[in-house]
């Protein structure tokens, strides 16, 4: 089956006719580049230097949808055209298939082509040199280089500046596709840490509310329904106030919000203590050093998101909190009874506990939750423990 070339370039088409015609039009004015005397001009008058002038021509039109082609058909058209009185425009084209060759061929063909000539052009200068031993010889090897070592040279350095320009370009491209993926994790961890945010500061406010709402409407009794409201109207507050403190972090320093401090574990006493307005029954037991910053959040987050799950699910009975910093650990534990509720409870997503194993997770540390068995009875336990030395070196460094 044979193989059909794709149409030539326009551009390729004008050079070919703009050569032919330009040789044509020193061949009809009779401009040769060698006087039909010279030794060397085996073919003399003006038609034998039409062949070659016609084939270089037809080579053009080849200089980029087959390059190897035209300069192998091209070699034999210029050796034609030595032994004849000579067309410049023949040599001109010749000298331009040779810089296509290099510029459009394969890369294999790009580097070889231009060691050839170089040689090609030493040897025409030294062998004719050494043979006839005068100065005029080493203008065969100067004519070489000129005709085909020049441009074959100016080739390959277009070709490398054409092939730096694209790993340049290929390399933008993939630092563009990185950073754009690079934004994309930040701007999915970013919405992961306000989505814990959110649930960590407003669920167990929410959570309250919904409990002693429940209680206010299903008891009929007007002191229970005057306290249950009073502790909405709390839990109210400060779950706006907690919102506000969100809505502040999520702004940029525009003025419309006065900084926030983030929670620190010195403020574990007055979560309890809210906790306990809210019905739970709650010792905390917390002995600890000063710790770094983000493990002092993520450890006050996790008792505040157990807390919020006891209100929800546990059972009657004491909810203990335990805080403990041993071994470049701080760890901490929530156990509370594991059972039914005796009055309303409030429906949970299970979000909580995804937030709060991504808050170990983090800071590499660990995270476990789920019931246990104790001498007091089956317990929810929620453990973890964060890591404290290699955070706070890595804050130092």
């Given at each position: 089956m044979a193989v059909r070339l794709p149409r030539p370039r326009r551009f390729d088409v004008c050079v070919a006719l703009g050569g032919l015609l330009g040789g044509l039009l020193l061949w009809g004015v009779g401009l040769a580049t060698r006087p039909h005397t010279e030794v060397y001009v085996l073919l003399p008058g003006r038609w034998p230097l039409l062949l070659p002038l016609v084939v270089m021509a037809g080579c053009e039109l080849l200089r980029r949808i087959a390059p190897r082609t035209a300069l192998l058909i091209g070699t034999p058209a210029i050796i034609l055209d030595t032994v004849t009185q000579g067309n410049l425009v023949t040599i001109l084209m010749y000298t331009d298939l040779?810089?296509?060759a290099v510029l459009y061929g394969p890369p294999a063909s790009a580097h070889r082509i231009p060691r050839i000539t170089g040689l090609l052009s030493v040897a025409g200068a030294v062998v004719p040199f050494a043979l006839w031993r005068e100065p005029e010889a080493l203008l065969i090897g100067v004519v070489t280089g000129l005709v085909a070592f020049g441009p074959a040279s100016t080739g390959l350095i277009v070709r490398n500046h054409r092939e730096a320009a694209e790993a340049a370009r290929l390399r933008a491209e993939q630092t563009a596709l990185l950073a754009e993926m690079d934004r994309t994790q930040a701007v999915t961890a970013e919405r992961a840490r306000m989505a814990r945010e959110l649930h960590d500061m407003v669920a167990?406010?929410?959570?309250?509310?919904?409990?002693?709402?429940?209680?206010?409407?299903?008891l009929d009794d007007p002191k229970t329904s005057q306290e249950a409201l009073g502790v909405i109207r709390e839990n109210s507050v400060e779950g706006l106030a907690?919102?506000?403190?969100?809505?502040?972090?999520?702004?940029?320093?525009?003025?419309?919000?006065e900084p926030v401090t983030a929670p620190t574990l010195d403020g574990l006493g007055a979560l309890v203590d809210n906790a306990r307005t809210n019905g739970l029954d709650i010792t905390l037991d917390a002995a600890h050093d000063a710790v770094p910053a983000p493990v002092e959040l993520a450890a006050y987050r996790i008792v505040q998101e157990s807390l919020t799950n006891a209100l929800k699910h546990a059972g009657p009975g004491r909810v203990t909190v335990s805080l403990a910093q041993l071994d470049g650990l701080l760890t901490i534990a929530v156990t509370s009874p594991y059972g039914d509720r005796d009055g309303p409870g409030a429906p949970g997503s299970g979000a909580g506990l995804v937030g709060m194993r991504e808050r170990a997770a983090l800071l590499d540390g660990t995270f476990e939750a789920g019931p246990e068995d104790s001498p007091d009875g089956k317990i929810w336990a929620v453990r973890a423990a964060l890591p404290v030395h290699d955070t706070v070196e890595g804050e130092a460094e």
């Open positions: 040779m810089y296509a167990n406010h929410l959570s309250a509310i919904a409990i002693h709402s429940t209680a206010a409407l299903s907690e919102m506000r403190r969100l809505i502040g972090i999520l702004r940029d320093s525009s003025g419309d919000v």
